[in-house]
Structures are given as C-alpha cells and as structure tokens.
C-alpha cells in the first residue's frame, strides 16, 4: 500500500526520528518500564484520539471502514491498552506515575524554523506536571545552557494526544504526563553528539526526578 512511498516513510512525516533510541536510554538509565512502537504513524497514529481525523493518513483514510477499524484492532488499541494497564495497575497500588511520552520534531516546517532543541509539553492546569517541567528546565539551564528548551512548544501540551486522553482517566494527584520533544537535527548529526545529547537529557531527568 505504500510502494513507491519510501522517502516519505523514512522522513518525519513517516515516524519520529530518534525517539526510540531516546526513549530506550531513559527507560535502562532510570529502570523504568518501556512501551514503544515501530508502525509508522502513516498506517495508524497511536498518538491521536481514535475519532482525529489524523488518526488515520491520506493513504489509510481511504481504506474501507473494515480495513481502518482492523489496523485500530492490530496496531492502535494493543498498545494504548497495554500503557494505560501499566499505569492502571500502578495508580491501584496507590503509587503516583510519572508519564514519559518521548517524541521528536523536524527542525524546519515549512517555511519556519523550529527555536528550540528540546520541548516539554505539559498542562498548565495540572499543578504536578508544570513544577516537574519548570524543573527539568531549570536543571537543563544550570548543565547545558546551551541548550534552547522551551515548555509547551513546538506544541501545546493539551492538544490532541495519548497523554491528554490519559489525564481524562487518571487524577492529577497520581498521573502526570510529559511529552519531550527533541529537535530532530540532534540524532541526524554526528553519532558523538547524539550519544552526548542521550546522555545528558537522561541525567538531567534522572536529577530533576530524584529532586524534591
């Protein structure tokens, strides 16, 4: 269904660039558990609500009702269900989670050049989430002033998505999510630079995290 597509699957359009690589270090560096997946967003979105109209892309959204709602059953529900399990199941053991949603973002769309490297995406509104995103800020600021982090953008953090949709169904006091977002010029530059960057984002989260 995508023969002859390649160069579009392999670009940001197709999946998010180095997030997966990311978010396999944080998940080792901080032992926490990791959910992924490798389908690309051009097949189904996992990231928007089942009813977005992005859910599905210009090639999948002209498959038959049958043939959208199987890609749901295979690939969107399996996942999303087996997050809000893990989730779930620690909020019931009156335990507190802290959500990482690791994504990235083409440094340029369109015409407008994206002014940050890294993005934290929260809801104001969610006393828990903006303390950790200031926080992570502020420790970006004190180790790697370098650095151009910015919150809520390239995107608003209540904007469509798995971490709005789960703010729906957990309370404030126990489920924060955070969305990071990375320029995706970091890991398709130089393999040392990106190995730092990994590292440095993953001790700056493990510091921000441990801090009170």
Known sequence: MFRGQRRVLDSHRGYDIGALALARHLAKYLNAPLHFTTVSRLLVDLNRSVHHYA?????TRQFDPASRMKLLNDYYFPYRAAVEHQIARSVG???AVIHISVHSFTPKLGDHQRQ???????????????RLCHRLK?????????LRVRR?????GTAD????DLRH???GNRYAGIELEINQRLPLGTAQVW?????????TFDTALRTR
Request: glycine share 10%; aromatic share 16%; charged share 25%.
């Open 55 to 59: 859910v599905f892309s210009s090639v």
């Open 195 to 203: 190995r730092q960057f990994q590292l440095l984002v993953t001790k």
């Open 116 to 130: 940050a490297d890294i993005g934290l995406l929260y809801d104001p509104a969610r006393n828990g989430e903006k």
């Open 138 to 146: 502020d420790t970006f600021g004190g180790t790697s002033p370098h």
């Open 161 to 164: 998505g798995f971490t709005t």
């Open 169 to 171: 169904r957990f309370p």
């Open 93 to 95: 053991r009156n335990r």
């Open 152 to 156: 809520n953008y390239p995107y608003r």
